[in-house]
């Protein structure tokens, strides 16, 4: 088996990886995601792929975000014809995101093509047993803690009579904060593990120069400093006006609301909660269908596919119990159920229960902005808490709250996620630590399309949340490299590690931090940091294959020409540095040995008093 990582590469978007299993014939792709980041992005989703698309038998998708499968229809288009395998949530989700980047774009080939994908859902055994793909080719799907649906996949490729000859390459795909030992996202059940160490684990780090304060990673202290938001933002008159990522972001932040109005009821007072989030509102039967789904382990153990335990422990329920199981499933029907629209000047409705049990004071109380009324709802003046999405407010209904309010001092802007460099959420998060007196020097506007508000001209307060992040820290990754059996012994997750889907810096730092750990434990585990345009490498040997032979636009005679005369040129490159550094010691020694001589000193090291 060999794999070649085609991106992301000092960058994180654009995940696609290729896999080629010559003694099958197999062409696997893990992932088909659209570039995002960087100038260059719409560039690059339309450049042509650089294999055969009709070539590949069947892509592998670790999650929907947009940036994992953002060119599965120009795939498609390009003559793709096999299957892409997933779970039944990311499936769900991939549709959603698919419509809407060609909604957007105005792309009806694209919208066109959606309907020619052969999804094949893992199915009712999802993490039981390996599914198979092809003669000899088998796929393993393990949570990620990601976001709904998503998962690592390792790829085993061998007769499974065989196991020992079998080789297998692990793909992280995004890994989020929820370990055994410490769920602390909403809903989600903690990361799985492979069964014991692969040959190749090809792994995300993105944070992989980040270190995050233990109170990051405190669903109290986070839920805590939420609730100081939005009681000083109430106080003040204005909307709390919250940029969501519509994908499990808007869901998080809708509970965590709702949970602070059951425990307190006084911090929203008449305040609506206001749900401008029309992805996010697609997104949420799928939530109640994954949070229903069940499964047998090979054990008889009954267990819910997603659903952790965190979501048991906010509500002070036992996860090992069967009625409380059903408690909190109920609970999130009627919390994410359908919802009534908002119009200016309604009065809220509050259906708290005070004084019972917090589950039962778990009542909605949220209500959709219809787009229809949007301009009106911005304008009316009263305190509101809105969750619109456009996560780094480079598009979506976050952008007309924005024009509206970040003017006004009565207003407040929290950002609970990321805002990449290039994006005006990132242009404003930057200002919230600013002092007030440096902001009102900053005259450059905005990049908000038809707006010219400028930088010294905001008067919203401003906040970035932490504790929202779905993508795991250097520690947390650090921890997935090195996972835990179950009598608490850690062993290396790979015999060798390619780190990919991080900025540079990123990749450096975080290869440091598993060769430290690598050699604290003992353990002999290369982490290797692939190029782009780079070789791709032997699953089994760690040896680097020819490009073109992973991608199937070179035979192997070919190629092994090719690696020949990369060898010579190599050779020759190294012949010449030798050379070169053989002058520089001759010159260097000849004028050691002709240099006047200063008394009482003593001859240059490595020669004798008479040279």
């Not at 684990?201 to 109290?220: F, H, I, N």
């Not at 900053?442 to 932490?466: F, G």
Request: charged share 25%; glycine share 8%.
């Amino acid at each position: 088996m060999r794999v070649l990582a085609l991106d992301p590469l000092d960058r994180v978007t654009g995940s696609c990886y290729v896999v080629h299993i010559p003694e099958s014939n197999v062409r696997l792709l893990v992932d088909c995601g659209a570039y995002q980041d960087g100038l260059n992005a719409d560039l690059k989703n339309e450049e042509p792929f650089p294999f055969d698309p009709s070539s590949i038998t069947a892509v592998l998708l670790t999650h929907g975000h947009y940036d994992h499968c953002g060119r599965l229809t120009r795939l498609v288009l390009d003559g793709f014809r096999g299957h892409v395998i997933a779970t039944e949530e990311t499936i769900e989700i991939a549709k959603i995101v698919l419509a809407d980047s060609a909604r957007l774009r105005q792309r009806s080939d694209e919208a066109a093509a959606i309907d020619r994908i052969r999804w094949r859902p893992f199915g009712t055994h999802l993490f039981a047993r390996p599914m198979s793909v092809a003669t000899d080719v088998f796929v393993q799907a393990l949570r990620s803690a990601h976001i709904f649906g998503a998962v690592s996949i390792e790829i085993i490729a061998g007769p499974k009579e065989d196991p020992d000859s079998q080789a297998r390459a692990l793909f992280s795909g995004d890994i989020g904060n929820n370990f055994d030992h410490r769920e602390v996202q909403p809903f989600l059940r903690h990361i799985m593990h492979p069964a014991k160490t692969v040959d190749v684990a090809v792994m995300e780090s993105t944070y992989g120069g980040t270190c995050r304060k233990p109170e990051a990673l405190d669903p109290v202290a986070r839920r805590k400093r939420l609730a100081e938001v939005v009681r000083d933002g109430i106080a003040r008159g204005g909307p709390v006006i919250i940029p969501v990522f519509g994908i499990q972001r808007a869901q998080d932040l809708l509970w965590e609301l709702h949970l602070l109005h059951a425990e307190d009821p006084t911090i929203l007072g008449d305040a609506p909660i206001l749900y401008d989030a029309p992805m996010g509102l697609q997104t949420h039967e799928m939530l109640l269908s994954a949070m229903r789904r069940d499964s047998v382990s090979g054990k008889g153990k009954a267990r819910p596919v997603w659903l952790g335990r965190h979501t048991f422990r906010e509500l002070g329920l036992d996860p090992a119990s069967p009625t409380d199981l059903d408690i909190v499933r109920s609970v999130l029907e009627r919390v994410f159920g359908d919802r009534p629209s908002w119009s200016a000047g309604c009065d809220v409705d509050d259906a708290s229960v005070a004084g019972e049990a917090l589950v039962d004071r778990m009542q909605p109380r949220w209500w959709v902005v219809p787009s229809y009324d949007r301009d009106e709802i911005i304008e009316e003046d009263r305190p509101r808490v809105v969750l619109a999405t456009g996560g780094m407010c480079d598009g979506g209904p976050v952008q007309s709250w924005l024009r509206a309010w970040l003017e006004d001092p009565r207003a407040t802007v929290a950002f609970p996620g990321y805002c990449g460099k290039a994006t005006l959420g990132f242009e404003i998060a930057e200002l919230a630590g600013m002092d007030p007196a440096e902001r009102r020097r900053l005259h450059e506007p905005l990049s908000l399309p038809d707006s010219q508000i400028r930088r010294s001209a905001i008067a919203a307060k401003l906040h970035v949340l932490a504790g929202y992040s779905a993508h795991a820290d250097q520690a947390g990754l650090v921890d997935w490299a090195f996972p835990t059996w179950k009598d608490g012994t850690r062993f290396p997750v790979a015999r060798r590690v390619l780190l990919t889907h991080g900025e540079a810096g990123s990749r450096r730092a975080l290869r440091e931090a598993i060769l430290n750990r690598a050699a604290a434990a003992g353990v002999d585990m290369p982490v290797l940091l692939p190029r782009p345009d780079g070789p791709g490498i032997d699953v089994r040997t760690g040896e680097p294959v020819a490009r073109g032979l992973v991608l199937g636009t070179e035979s192997e005679e070919r190629a092994e020409e090719l690696s020949l005369e990369e060898a010579r040129r190599e050779l020759a490159s190294l012949r010449a540095e030798n050379a070169r550094l053989r002058a520089k010691v001759v010159a260097l020694e000849t004028k050691s040995a002709t240099a006047p001589s200063t008394p009482g000193a003593s001859p240059p090291s490595g020669h004798g008093a008479s040279t």
